[in-house]
């Protein structure tokens, strides 16, 4: 029985040539951005201007966020194992969960999936099941995410603010009104509906997050090189344990 080949259509390689989507890597060195690159392997093709513009974005607005708990994992991981940068990053993007970045994930499958739903059908099932509507608030920026209104900017001036940005819009107005509490549009929450917009299945829209944040802990093991804090935050947990 012949064996089934084993291949990717991402890419072929020999000893000459590296065809990255059909395109060769050699012509892109130089030619593309790396959030190009990033949409071309995962969309199959080189993104349109309007669409680069609004990828960069998304991908810019993740990559950093002061002390967050994947920044501290990766800052003490290099304590631990100064000689593995790329163990200190990965015990940052560990952290990248419902909390922290995985929310894009969350919310674009949220509006991806609502169908025919209204805003007040898709807060209430998430009420009756006691679950938090995602995209929704943030423990800092209770008022206004800084990100948002930017996001939301430059995805209307690129023609991606569609049905998708409009229904997250018209739910955060319903979490708040119904909760009585003020529920702004979050980062990760604007993410996930831009990114639906540019027709990002929300399957793989986790990994905006993780290509923005590990850029953002490779700079963060620089930082630590140069102005180390984890062995303070260490300390900082031995005294607090002492108490």
Known sequence: MSKKPIRTELASVDADRIVVRGQDLTELIGRV????????????????????????????????????PSAVATRLTLLGAPESLQGAVAAGLLGLGQRFGGP???????????????????VA????????????????????DPRVPRLLEVAAANGF?????????????????????????????????IASEIGL????????????????LVAHVQDEMDAPIARAILERMDEDTED
């Not at 894009?104 to 609502?114: F, I």
């Not at 955060?172 to 702004?184: C, F, K, M, N, Q």
């Open 33 to 68: 951005t790396l959030g190009e690159m990033a949409f071309l392997e995962l969309m199959g093709r080189l993104p349109t201007a309007p669409e680069a513009t609004v990828f960069d974005a998304l991908t810019v607005t993740l990559v950093e966020h002061g002390l967050t």
């Open 104 to 122: 894009v994930e969350d919310a674009a499958r949220m509006l991806q999936e609502a169908g025919d739903a209204t805003a007040a059908e898709i």
């Open 125 to 144: 099932g998430y009420r009756e099941r006691r679950r938090p509507v995602p995209g929704l608030g943030h423990p800092q920026h209770t008022e206004t």
């Open 161 to 193: 603010s569609g049905r998708h940005v409009q229904l997250l819009k018209e739910i955060a107005e319903e979490a708040s009104r119904v909760t009585g509490r003020h529920l702004p549009i979050n980062a990760t929450g604007a993410m996930g509906a």
């Open 201 to 216: 299945r929300w399957q793989v829209c986790r990994g905006l997050a993780v290509m923005a944040r590990a850029i953002g």
